[in-house]
């Protein structure tokens, strides 16, 4: 259901969006037109919400861990 095929890919855009929501803060003194461009880059980054973005990481993950699982175990 989510783009990210990677982990690490998923995390880095994840750490990307955490830079743009606290640079969106930061911004806000300059003016509303800075932090609305950084608000919207973190949106498009976490896909949606930060929840959407938890729960691509976690479908992300299900298959690696149930591809290192050995069978009968």
Not at 1 to 9: A, E, H, L, N, Q
Not at 50 to 71: H, K
């Given at each position: 259901?989510?783009?990210?095929?990677?982990?690490?890919?998923h995390?880095?855009?994840?750490?990307?969006?955490?830079?743009?929501?606290?640079?969106?803060?930061?911004?806000?003194?300059?003016g509303?037109?800075?932090?609305?461009?950084?608000?919207?880059?973190?949106?498009?980054?976490?896909?949606?919400c930060?929840?959407?973005?938890?729960?691509?990481?976690?479908?992300?993950?299900?298959?690696?861990?149930?591809?290192?699982?050995?069978?009968?175990?």
């Open positions: 259901m989510y783009c990210s095929t990677s982990v690490s890919i995390l880095l855009r994840g750490v990307a969006a955490l830079g743009l929501i606290i640079a969106a803060f930061y911004l806000s003194s300059y509303i037109v800075w932090s609305a461009l950084a608000g919207i880059g973190a949106v498009v980054l976490l896909r949606g930060p929840m959407c973005w938890l729960m691509g990481l976690f479908e992300t993950m299900q298959p690696q861990r149930s591809a290192n699982r050995e069978p009968g175990a």
